[in-house]
T-cell receptor
Framework: AQSVTQLGSHVSVSEGALVLLRCNYS??????LFWYVQYPNQGLQLLLK??????LVKGINGFEAEFKKSETSFHLTKPSAHMSDAAEYFC???????????FGTGTRLKVLA | DGGITQSPKYLFRKEGQNVTLSCEQN?????MYWYRQDPGQGLRLIYY???????QKGDIAEGYSVSREKKESFPLTVTSAQKNPTAFYLC???????????FGSGTRLTVV
């Protein structure tokens, strides 16, 4: 069985500060990992994905995430927060050959001026 | 452009009424999904379909029904048996290769 845990349902950072959103996963087989962003009243948009290639994955809007097998983590980072980054972020896990992914409960990011 | 179209964007349901949410895709993806989103609860899977004329229940299927008569379409009916249907509903698709989901823009359903 697979699962994903996002630590912190709400995170606040100052504009220009580092963004760190935490995601830990559980999977008995090599996982595929994803980060999605959701703006109010919109669908989810894929930020980045890890599918067993490079462990440091770069995504859109300056975000990146590092797959750490030993820590079963896939934390999302951005060096400098922008006001437009305020949104809800979801981590998800899946595996090769499956069409069904498991989502975390989300982290709402607030960016303070 | 390829994508997913969900309609309507806003929907109001009276007590005891069935309503149908539309989801159409032109991505040629095999799999389609319906998720329900409530504040603080993340995404909960209602139904999914990996192939035409076949679908499976997700975690919260009670009070909902679906059909998959065409590859492009996966409508969701919220029946009167669903006692708390007010939520944001998201349709998603997935192709082969583990590239993740593509989401529609959602339908917000409110009981009046």
């Amino acid at each position: 069985a697979q699962s994903v845990t996002q630590l912190g349902s709400h995170v606040s950072v100052s504009e220009g500060a580092l963004v760190l959103l935490r995601c830990n996963y559980s999977s008995s087989v090599p996982p595929y990992l994803f980060w999605y962003v959701q703006y109010p009243n919109q669908g989810l948009q894929l930020l980045l994905k890890y599918t067993s290639a490079a462990t440091l994955v770069k995504g859109i809007n300056g975000f990146e995430a590092e797959f750490k097998k030993s820590e079963t983590s896939f934390h999302l980072t951005k060096p400098s927060a922008h006001m437009s980054d305020a949104a809800e972020y979801f981590c998800a896990v899946g595996t090769s050959g499956t069409y069904k992914y498991i989502f975390g409960t989300g982290t709402r990011l607030k960016v303070l001026a | 452009d390829g994508g997913i179209t969900q309609s309507p964007k806003y929907l109001f349901r009276k007590e005891g009424q069935n309503v149908t949410l539309s989801c159409e895709q032109n991505l040629n993806h095999d799999a389609m999904y319906w998720y329900r989103q409530d504040p603080g609860q993340g995404l909960r899977l209602i139904y999914y379909s990996q192939i035409v004329n076949d679908f499976q229940k997700g975690d919260i299927a009670e009070g909902y029904s679906v059909s998959r008569e065409k590859k492009e379409s996966f409508p969701l009916t919220v029946t009167s048996a669903q006692k708390n249907p007010t939520a944001f509903y998201l349709c998603a698709t997935a192709g082969q290769g583990g590239y993740g989901y593509t989401f529609g823009s959602g339908t917000r359903l409110t009981v009046v």
